[in-house]
């Protein structure tokens, strides 16, 4: 069987959309002009996250970048990014340990064959310290912090943006160094190795 691998280069990217000059300018996507600045610093991937329509990126700046149509989309209002997951929502955590939120606009008249519009970026208040996050298309969120402690919400879509329940820290679960969601599971590793699952963790999609 023979596999087929295709690099991309998102600064080449950048140079497309500067070269057609198609982009709208919106206030959540980044105008030919800003595209044209970015292709001349090069900036690079260092990060994947794939959902269901589509993937992102996050470049070596600190921006996210939604792929899967003909132009890439930079989600502004989001900088200095360390980690970041999308799934139709979309969860970043940034270098000062904040995390923020934001969603696709389903059935938007933005909404092309040229780009995903997505809702300006909200902050989850109640998150410092965060080093990495973690997120599903069931709503189930999770944000690690420098501590090793693991915190879990909830959220709901709408057109406009993403409504997020307080996030809460699962108890008992201390020293964690990693972590992930499978379908309704948090999956998380312990510094000691061992590895902790829950399912549900006390919060509710109400």
């Known amino acids: ?15 497309v959309v500067t070269a057609v000059g198609l982009l709208h300018t919106t206030p959540i996507v980044s105008s ?3 595209a044209a600045e970015s292709s001349s ?30 132009v890439p989309t930079k989600v502004k209002g989001l900088e200095r990014i ?7 929502r979309g969860i970043a955590a940034r270098e000062d340990g904040t995390v923020w939120e934001w969603s696709y ?6 909404d092309t064959t040229w780009y995903f519009p997505v809702s300006p970026p909200v902050q989850i208040p ?9 997120e599903n298309a ?13 915190w879990v919400w909830n959220s709901k879509q709408s057109l406009e ?25 948090v999956i998380a590793l312990q510094e000691d190795g061992t590895v902790f699952s829950s399912s549900g963790v006390g919060i509710s999609n109400d």
Do not use: C
């Not at 360390?82 to 139709?88: H, I, L, R, V």
């Open 41 to 70: 610093i090069s900036p690079k991937p260092v990060k994947l996250s794939a959902g269901l329509d589509t993937y992102s990126l996050l470049d070596n700046e600190g921006h996210i970048w939604i792929m899967g149509k003909r």
């Open 105 to 110: 606009q389903y059935d938007s008249p933005e």
């Open 161 to 185: 943006k993403s409504e997020s329940k307080a996030p809460v820290p699962i108890p008992g679960l201390k020293k964690v160094k990693d972590i992930t969601i499978f379908k309704n599971q």
């Open 138 to 150: 069931q709503q189930l969120n999770a944000a690690l912090d420098k501590e090793g402690t693991v």
């Open 126 to 134: 109640q998150l410092k310290n965060i080093v990495k996050v973690a």
């Open 32 to 34: 030919a002009e800003a």
């Open 1 to 15: 069987m023979k596999s087929h691998f295709h690099t991309l280069h998102l600064k080449k990217f950048l140079f």
């Open 82 to 88: 360390t980690d970041f997951a999308f799934n139709g």
